[in-house]
T-cell receptor
Framework: QKEVEQNSGPLSVPEGAIASLNCTYS??????FFWYRQYSGKSPELIMF????GDKEDGRFTAQLNKASQYVSLLIRDSQPSDSATYLC????????FGAGTRLTVKP | SAVISQKPSRDICQRGTSLTIQCQVD?????MFWYRQQPGQSLTLIAT?????????ESGFVIDKFPISRPNLTFSTLTVSNMSPEDSSIYLC???????????FGSGTRLTVV
């Protein structure tokens, strides 16, 4: 079983819609969870982190964590074409472990 | 967060040769991490480098193939040795910064082995 699993997509949404990205993890002892955005040809950049169960909002982004279900999600509201990228879910155990990423395309 | 300067940004190398990738951080950090990202895939941790001690390698990666140096708290190198086409990949260094334990990445080295 992979440590961090994501639906590789691709996920396509129209501009202005909500994009929902999902991630599950295997280590119940995990304490910190991250979402990175990676544009094509660029290195990953951190966009959200969450430690506690529930929701965490930052602008158009909302991270959701459910430790009982070992589930993390990222919602992007009012999606823009500039949000088109690969989104990587990561879990920090002793070091950062990444999922395979979900490629998101936002169509104008 | 920290700023990482990584070089070279890309290189094309002959099989059997070696390439050394450098990362310079603008602040002192305890640990530096080296990742590989093969085309269309996610990041795989190669090793963790602490200053003053041997690097810790992940399963599937060995020191003879990927020697790492960490001479001080702001600098590290990764060498890809005796390269084959299967080593063609993007190599990234990263550090943990900030109170949130997120990682900051260098700009990456795109390596092509021919």
């Amino acid at each position: 079983q992979k440590e961090v699993e994501q639906n590789s997509g691709p996920l396509s949404v129209p501009e202005g819609a909500i994009a929902s990205l999902n991630c599950t993890y295997s280590d119940r002892g995990s304490q910190s969870f991250f979402w990175y955005r990676q544009y094509s040809g660029k290195s990953p950049e951190l966009i959200m982190f969450i430690y506690s169960n529930g929701d965490k909002e930052d602008g158009r982004f909302t991270a959701q964590l459910n430790k009982a279900s070992q589930y993390v999600s990222l919602l992007i509201r009012d999606s823009q074409p500039s949000d088109s990228a690969t989104y990587l879910c990561a879990v920090n155990i002793d070091d950062m472990r990444f999922g395979a990423g979900t490629r998101l395309t936002v169509k104008p | 967060s920290a700023v990482i300067s990584q070089k070279p940004s890309r290189d094309i190398c002959q099989r059997g040769t070696s390439l050394t990738i450098q990362c310079q951080v603008d602040s002192q950090v305890t640990m530096m991490f080296w990742y590989r990202q093969q085309p269309g895939q996610s990041l795989t941790l190669i090793a963790t480098a602490n200053q003053g001690s041997e690097a810790t390698y992940e399963s599937g990666f060995v020191i003879d193939k990927f020697p790492i140096s960490r001479p001080n708290l702001t600098f590290s190198t990764l060498t890809v040795s005796n390269m084959s086409p299967e080593d063609s990949s993007i190599y990234l260094c990263s550090v943990q910064t900030g109170n949130y334990y997120g990682y900051t990445f260098g700009s990456g080295t795109r390596l092509t082995v021919v």
